[in-house]
């Protein structure tokens, strides 16, 4: 009998190799053999942007210091950590139930019997009132034999959202590096514009004081102290303007370190933060390694694949082993004594004979839902390349457009300078001296921008490589 209970469970282990349901391959996607908007100066190589940490990208050491907080006390980073550490757990839950269980009872029962009662038991009969009982058992519960893979299924199913759950962190990382940065440089850019705004002001308040004093000696009209007027309130309603960006600008970054609303100190201009030496792109296919966002969507597949197993397990018999050993005594002395041993076995199978298609429906379910994860899993690989084909767009065209509204403002800043010194030469009327203010004050605010928007483009295209995460 020991020996076919042996054989029956060398069976048994020799099947839990097998596994139903497909195994994961890797989908064949389409990668371009180099990036949409690259610069064609540059060879292919391996190397990219995304490679160098962000304190690398990022050298204002202020900045740094706001990434670092950040990624410390950021709460939606610390809610992904806690995630990750929950996706931990359940895969410990779900792997245990790959192995049996096993438990251990021990009980002591002391009672004393009635000589009077309605079943009195004569002192002839049991010298004692006092009986012990007592028992020990050691309990295996529900064992399922995994022949058909399907324990192991779903334990691959969730080390795959285990590690999604990982990339998903890393994702969170890379965007609160990159908010963090904006925001950062937005910051310069709103202080650079109060620059502006504030030297312009200066400005036209002594260009209107000059008019004043022309007016009253006859040399200016009424008409020109209008517009002069105008030019200075136009400049002063600009600033509460801009230091409402300003305070709204440092509470998003406050927030952003999971700190209370406060000022955020700054070190350098916007003039002075230094760009990359070099921005190359990298590989296309290294992308598919590098972003979180597409490894994510890579183990969701791998994970909706693996429930396909789980589902069509449910097909075959389910065997599962009961039992218990122990021993059982009416007195403590004799408890493992030999006629006291007590043991149970119970081998059962399950098999399901009609439930009304609810098996086939939850394979097609499980293969449906594997048929959205691919989906999403191509379409993420295609956002990337977008992604990147635009920010390497966007970095490139924005240095060209920086230069030429820096040409802007050097003739808009000539041009108003001479136009100021026809007027006060009674040789122009003011109306050409107030409209080269007007448009030197806008590409002046104009070319703060630009170079904000350089910097960012820098940012988006560190983002869309999938750089940011790396620790």
Request: with cysteine; proline share 4%; charged share 20%.
């Amino acid at each position: 009998m020991s020996n076919t209970r042996l054989a029956v469970f060398l069976f048994t282990v020799c099947l839990c190799g097998c596994a139903v349901g497909p195994n994961y391959k890797r989908p064949a996607v389409p990668v371009p053999a180099s990036f949409r908007g690259a610069d064609s100066t540059q060879s292919a190589d391996s190397s990219s942007l995304a490679d160098l940490k962000w304190f690398q990208v990022f050298k204002d050491e202020q900045l740094q210091e706001l990434i670092r907080t950040a990624l410390e006390k950021n709460y939606d980073l610390r809610t992904a950590v806690a995630r990750v550490g929950a996706a931990r757990a359940n895969v410990g839950i779900t792997r245990a139930d790959q192995f049996p269980t096993f438990t251990g009872s021990a009980d002591i029962t002391t009672l004393r019997n009635s000589r009077s009662g309605s079943l009195a038991l004569p002192a002839s009969f049991v010298p004692s009132q006092n009986r012990t009982f007592g028992e020990t058992l050691l309990n295996l519960v529900s064992f399922e034999v995994d022949i058909w893979g399907k324990l192991r299924r779903a334990t691959e199913a969730a080390r795959a959202d285990l590690l999604a759950t990982e990339e998903n962190r890393k994702a969170v990382v890379t965007t609160l590096v990159s908010d963090v940065a904006t925001s950062y440089f937005n910051l310069l850019e709103l202080d650079m514009e109060m620059e502006i705004a504030q030297k312009t002001l200066a400005t036209r308040k002594d260009s209107l004081e000059l008019i004043r004093v022309r007016e009253k000696g006859g040399i200016a009209t009424l008409l020109e102290v209008r517009q002069g007027e105008q030019l200075v309130y136009s400049a002063e309603q600009v600033i509460p303007d801009i230091e409402r960006s300003i305070t709204q600008t440092e509470n998003q970054i406050s927030l952003l370190l999971g700190a209370s609303p406060a000022p955020v100190k700054r070190v350098r201009r916007l003039t002075d933060q230094e760009q990359p030496p070099t921005t190359p792109p990298g590989l296309p296919s290294s992308l598919l390694e590098r972003r979180p966002d597409i490894r994510s969507a890579e183990q969701n597949l791998v994970a909706a694949n693996a429930d396909i197993g789980v589902a069509r397990a449910a097909y075959f018999p389910q065997i599962s082993l009961t039992g218990f050993l122990g021993a059982q005594s009416n007195q403590l002395s004799e408890l493992f004594g030999g006629p006291t041993a007590a043991w149970q076995f119970i081998p059962r199978v399950t098999q399901p004979i009609f439930n009304a298609g609810r098996i086939r429906s939850g394979v097609r379910l499980a293969e449906a839902q594997q048929q959205v994860a691919l989906v999403q899993y191509e379409q993420s690989i295609q956002t990337a390349f977008r992604e990147a084909s635009d920010a390497l767009v966007q970095h490139q065209k924005v240095r060209e457009i920086r230069a030429k509204q820096e040409a802007l403002v050097t003739t808009l800043q000539d041009r108003s300078r001479l136009a100021y010194l026809r007027y006060r030469g009674g040789v122009d009327t003011y109306l050409n001296a107030l409209d080269a203010d007007r448009d030197l004050f806008q590409a002046e605010l104009t070319l703060a921008q630009t170079r904000r928007n350089e910097l960012l483009a820098v940012v988006q295209l560190y983002k869309a490589l999938g750089g940011g995460w790396q620790q």
